[in-house]
């Protein structure tokens, strides 16, 4: 009998051959728009080498963290008999006897135990195999694929990633264009048809967003993005005058924009609070128009608010560092101004620290 989720998480491990090819890669891009396939990006995750419990989000949007074994426990306990037997026993049920084998409705499969959504119904296909499958997953971070060895044969078991709760298995005799077919229990599984209401757990994060400038933004960007609760961080350009300035323009000074950070992140992982501590500990405020070894107007530091909410908190935090603390009775000049539009900046800035392993002035706030 194979180990209860409950007593132990999932190993992800790496298979060689067919299999290995299709489904490993670098981390998945965002999902084609309109269901369109994409033949270069991995159909779905062979392993995990991100500590366990590090909060994490998709690229469709959704809070992927691995759930706690005492939050798997507590949603084990409203599961029916069948469900228990399948997510969190490994069971199998029998083929034909599924209640999601012939449905035909238009909509989204989640998982039963935590209602993260991992098929859609136009990827559903009649296998005759007498189980529901699909030769695509809803998104490449949604399924985790992990070597089964069980029963004397080797197979790839699918587990969701965000419960590693069991759903079936992964075989490589489907249709085109994945060549896959996912082999899925429907116990393991509610459907909600297409216009239904969705709980909040099948649902993306509501995220919101907040904008930094400090200086070079390879750094800020970089280090944002290592947050927890953080799903983007976008280098790019704000406050100036010019519409779709490029970098040339912004770095000879006279666009007014200073090179600024987007933030996308989730409030109930961290706050715009944090967030906002978090960039003090990553410039000194106290230098004017400039950062380190940028100067200029366009490397100025400040926080340009989108809500009445963000002002006012950015000011009292401004304000408490004035008075305690490593400026206090030092000038800090960081401006507190309302969000203008905010611009890209080109492909080659972004995760530029990450692509290219240059070092930055700009301190680890972690």
């Given at each position: 009998?194979?180990?209860?989720?409950i007593?132990?998480?999932?190993?992800?491990?790496t298979l060689?051959?067919?299999?290995?090819?299709?489904?490993?890669?670098?981390?998945?891009?965002?999902?084609?728009?309109?269901?369109a396939?994409?033949?270069?990006?991995?159909i779905?995750?062979?392993?995990?080498?991100?500590?366990?419990?590090t909060?994490?989000?998709?690229?469709?949007g959704?809070?992927?963290?691995?759930l706690s074994?005492?939050?798997?426990?507590?949603?084990?306990g409203?599961?029916?008999?069948?469900?228990?037997?399948?997510?969190?026993?490994?069971?199998t049920?029998?083929?034909?006897?599924?209640?999601?084998?012939k449905?035909?409705?238009?909509?989204?499969?989640?998982?039963?135990?935590?209602?993260l959504?991992?098929?859609?119904?136009g990827?559903?296909y009649?296998?005759?195999?007498?189980?529901?499958?699909?030769?695509?997953?809803y998104?490449?971070?949604h399924?985790?694929?992990?070597?089964?060895?069980?029963?004397g044969?080797?197979?790839?078991?699918?587990?969701?990633?965000?419960s590693?709760a069991?759903l079936?298995?992964?075989?490589?005799?489907?249709?085109?264009?994945?060549?896959?077919?996912?082999?899925?229990?429907?116990?393991?599984?509610t459907?909600y048809?297409e216009?239904?209401?969705?709980?909040a757990?099948?649902?993306?994060?509501?995220?919101?967003?907040a904008?930094?400038?400090?200086?070079?933004?390879w750094?800020i960007?970089?280090?944002?993005g290592?947050?927890?609760?953080v799903?983007?961080?976008v280098?790019?350009?704000?406050?100036?005058?010019?519409d779709?300035?490029?970098?040339?323009?912004?770095i000879?000074?006279?666009?007014?924009?200073?090179e600024t950070?987007?933030?996308?992140?989730?409030?109930q992982?961290?706050?715009?609070?944090?967030?906002?501590?978090?960039?003090?500990?990553?410039?000194?405020?106290?230098?004017?128009?400039?950062?380190?070894?940028?100067r200029?107007?366009?490397?100025r530091?400040?926080?340009?608010?989108?809500?009445?909410?963000?002002?006012?908190?950015?000011?009292?935090?401004?304000?408490?560092?004035?008075k305690?603390?490593?400026?206090?009775?030092?000038?800090?000049?960081?401006?507190?101004?309302?969000?203008?539009?905010?611009?890209k900046?080109?492909?080659?800035?972004?995760?530029?620290?990450?692509?290219?392993?240059?070092?930055?002035?700009?301190?680890?706030?972690?």
């Amino acid at each position: 009998m194979k180990t209860s989720l409950i007593m132990y998480p999932i190993a992800f491990l790496t298979l060689s051959g067919l299999l290995m090819a299709a489904l490993t890669g670098p981390p998945a891009p965002a999902a084609p728009e309109d269901g369109a396939k994409g033949s270069d990006r991995p159909i779905f995750q062979m392993k995990s080498d991100l500590p366990e419990r590090t909060p994490r989000y998709s690229a469709s949007g959704y809070d992927i963290t691995p759930l706690s074994d005492e939050k798997i426990k507590e949603l084990a306990g409203k599961l029916d008999r069948e469900s228990y037997r399948i997510l969190i026993e490994s069971g199998t049920e029998r083929p034909g006897s599924g209640e999601l084998l012939k449905n035909d409705r238009s909509g989204v499969y989640v998982c039963k135990l935590c209602g993260l959504p991992l098929f859609k119904s136009g990827d559903k296909y009649d296998s005759r195999t007498g189980w529901p499958s699909y030769f695509d997953v809803y998104d490449p971070q949604h399924v985790v694929g992990v070597v089964d060895r069980s029963y004397g044969m080797q197979r790839i078991e699918v587990v969701c990633a965000r419960s590693g709760a069991h759903l079936g298995h992964v075989f490589d005799d489907g249709p085109e264009p994945t060549g896959l077919r996912f082999c899925i229990n429907s116990a393991a599984m509610t459907f909600y048809e297409e216009g239904q209401d969705m709980p909040a757990e099948s649902r993306p994060v509501e995220t919101e967003t907040a904008y930094f400038a400090g200086g070079c933004f390879w750094g800020i960007e970089h280090y944002f993005g290592k947050g927890p609760g953080v799903l983007e961080a976008v280098s790019g350009y704000q406050q100036g005058e010019v519409d779709n300035p490029t970098y040339e323009q912004v770095i000879r000074g006279d666009t007014g924009h200073a090179e600024t950070v987007k933030v996308i992140f989730d409030p109930q992982r961290i706050s715009y609070r944090e967030l906002v501590e978090v960039f003090f500990r990553m410039i000194d405020p106290t230098q004017l128009n400039r950062q380190g070894p940028d100067r200029g107007t366009q490397y100025r530091s400040g926080i340009w608010f989108t809500s009445d909410e963000q002002r006012e908190v950015a000011e009292k935090y401004i304000e408490q560092l004035q008075k305690s603390g490593p400026f206090r009775n030092r000038t800090i000049v960081t401006a507190v101004e309302e969000a203008k539009t905010f611009w890209k900046a080109e492909e080659h800035h972004q995760n530029y620290i990450a692509r290219t392993g240059r070092a930055c002035h700009v301190r680890n706030p972690w």
